[in-house]
């Protein structure tokens, strides 16, 4: 959130982009796991299907208007929570 209002972003994007990467943190952990039930599964596909769904609510247009400014706070969120998530399997090991 902060990265986000350091490159300007309104408190709406950064609210869904957090959700979004909310969202892939959890489905990256259900991915994670050695044990997969069919619990597993349904979860891992419910998570994936709302990824989709928050993806295919972006239009094209409108990050053209809004510019460079949130491609560049998900690329360094995504950054982030990769860091941490192979820092978490570093230490796990």
Do not use: E, N, Y
């Amino acid at each position: 959130m902060l990265m986000g209002r350091m490159l300007g972003s309104s408190w709406t994007q950064r609210l869904l982009i957090a959700c979004g990467f909310s969202i892939c943190g959890a489905a990256a952990a259900a991915a994670a796991d050695g044990v997969v039930g069919p619990i597993k599964t349904a979860q891992t596909a419910l998570l994936t299907a709302a990824m989709f769904a928050l993806g295919a609510g972006v239009h094209i247009a409108a990050l053209r208007r809004v510019g460079p400014r949130p491609l560049i706070l998900a690329t360094l969120s995504t950054v982030w929570v990769s860091s941490i998530a192979l820092a978490g399997a570093v230490l796990a090991r």
